[in-house]
């Protein structure tokens, strides 16, 4: 009976709670350390997934509600004074920048020498181009935090599970007891680092390469809706030569 008293004392010293929070309580302080930093770096990666997620819908949506305006056939000037009261966004911020720059241009009256023509043409496709660069680089903001979480917590989870097995073989050694009521513990403490690395870098990696396609489109569509506006704008100066074009008659309407 006694025996068994001792064997029930010995059992129960090495008794552990085998839950997420029981085995990180019981990790170690540097191992615990990398589990708090690899929980954040999650959260933080979610908050930036949804709001990315967001963000690219809303874009979207807006861009096709104002490309359906644009391409209605309105004059440019109407469309321009009602995007300046609207609340800001990449393409009508890449509107904006084209028609700032072309307004300048026709100031004093539409050019008549083609060089001029040609200037004109140029400094609207430059101010689009640097409106367009300007949004992007916004949108990309948290993308490397996506990359960067995506390609380093699987090894900062593997850190903590080699700091955590060096911890359980240390105990073995301070023991002399190889049972695995003494093993296990440790090697689940550390094995749940590398749990939570995964967890953290999974959803990174997969959300950056979405997001990084979803961006790309959306730079695209910028770009083509910069082409076709200039395109609008070169013909309405090639127009203008034949005597039949005003300053301020610009039209959005498609070629047929």
Same mark, same amino acid.
């Given at each position: 009976?006694?025996? &068994?008293?001792?064997?029930?004392?010995?059992?129960?010293?090495?008794?552990?709670?085998?839950? *997420?929070w029981g085995l990180f309580m019981q990790a170690d302080p540097i191992v615990k350390g990398v589990m708090i930093l690899l929980v954040l770096a999650s959260v933080w990666s979610w908050s930036i997934i949804f709001g990315k997620r967001s963000t690219?819908?809303? %874009?979207?949506?807006?861009?096709?509600?104002?490309? &359906? $305006?644009?391409?209605?056939?309105?004059?440019? &000037?109407?469309?321009?004074?009602?995007?300046?009261?609207?609340?800001?966004?990449?393409? %009508?911020?890449?509107? $904006?920048?084209?028609? &700032?720059?072309?307004?300048?241009?026709?100031?004093?009256?539409?050019?008549?020498?083609?060089?001029?023509?040609?200037?004109?043409?140029?400094?609207?496709?430059?101010? *689009?181009?640097?409106?367009?660069?300007?949004?992007?680089?916004?949108?990309?903001?948290? *993308?490397?935090? %996506?990359?960067?979480?995506?390609? @380093?917590?699987?090894?900062?989870?593997?850190?903590? @599970?080699?700091?955590?097995?060096?911890?359980?073989?240390? +105990?073995?050694? +301070?023991?002399?007891?190889?049972?695995?009521?003494?093993?296990?513990?440790?090697?689940?403490?550390?094995?749940? +680092?590398?749990?939570?690395?995964?967890?953290?870098?999974?959803?990174?990696?997969?959300?950056?390469?979405?997001?990084?396609?979803?961006?790309?489109?959306?730079?695209?569509?910028?770009?083509?809706?910069?082409?076709?506006?200039?395109?609008?704008?070169?013909?309405?100066?090639?127009?203008?030569?034949?005597?039949?074009?005003? $300053?301020?008659?610009?039209?959005?309407r498609k070629a047929a």
């Open positions: 009976m006694a025996a &068994d008293a001792v064997e029930a004392v010995d059992l129960g010293s090495y008794a552990h709670d085998m839950s *997420m690219l819908k809303r %874009l979207n949506r807006r861009a096709n509600i104002f490309e &359906d $305006s644009f391409w209605s056939g309105e004059p440019l &000037d109407k469309i321009y004074q009602r995007v300046k009261n609207s609340k800001p966004d990449p393409l %009508l911020s890449t509107f $904006s920048a084209g028609m &700032d720059e072309w307004q300048a241009g026709i100031a004093g009256g539409l050019p008549t020498k083609e060089s001029m023509q040609a200037s004109l043409k140029q400094r609207v496709e430059r101010a *689009m181009n640097v409106a367009i660069g300007r949004e992007i680089n916004v949108l990309e903001r948290g *993308m490397t935090f %996506l990359a960067s979480v995506g390609s @380093t917590a699987p090894f900062i989870g593997l850190f903590g @599970t080699v700091w955590g097995i060096i911890n359980s073989f240390s +105990a073995i050694a +301070a023991t002399n007891n190889t049972s695995l009521a003494v093993v296990a513990p440790g090697i689940a403490e550390a094995l749940f +680092a590398t749990a939570l690395g995964l967890i953290a870098a999974i959803p990174a990696v997969v959300s950056y390469n979405v997001f990084s396609t979803g961006i790309n489109r959306y730079a695209d569509r910028l770009e083509a809706f910069a082409d076709e506006f200039t395109a609008i704008l070169s013909r309405h100066l090639d127009s203008q030569d034949n005597g039949n074009s005003s $300053s301020n008659g610009a039209s959005s």
